[in-house]
């Protein structure tokens, strides 16, 4: 599976941005993708997820102002980010969860994308 991020930049607070995560080669068992962040000094944490049934989950600190969603035909998911503070700044990496085997999974990501989001 690779995974072809894009969308991150600069933006002022209050402002939004879509970032965009494109999947190819084996992508008929991905079960989960989503979105992670690493600010910098800081470790890599969640931000949203949305599994092959549509079941989405986020990071507390970004309900109610980011959705993560997909489309199908596209292999592609979007992470809608409205009402950016500055500490949303971060480098965002997507994520997808493959299949391999019954019960084994296997993660891949793809590049970051930076975001920063200023006063």
């Known amino acids: 599976v690779q995974l072809q991020a894009s969308g991150g930049g600069l933006v002022q607070v209050g402002g939004c941005l879509r970032l965009?995560?494109?999947?190819?080669?084996?992508?008929?068992?991905?079960?989960?993708m989503g979105w992670y962040r690493q600010a910098p000094g800081n470790q890599r944490d969640l931000v949203a997820t949305?599994?092959?049934?549509?079941?989405?989950n986020y990071a507390d600190s970004v309900k109610g102002r980011f959705t993560i969603f997909r489309d199908n035909a596209k292999s592609t998911v979007y992470l809608q980010m409205n009402s950016l503070k500055p500490e949303d700044t971060a480098v965002y990496y997507c994520?997808?969860?493959?299949?391999?085997?019954?019960?084994?999974?296997?993660?891949?990501w793809g590049q970051g994308t930076q975001v920063t989001v200023s006063n």
């Open positions: 965009s995560c494109a999947a190819s080669g084996s992508i008929f068992s991905i079960t989960r």
């Open positions: 994520n997808a969860n493959r299949e391999v085997a019954t019960g084994s999974y296997r993660g891949y």
């Open positions: 949305i599994t092959s049934g549509g079941s989405t």
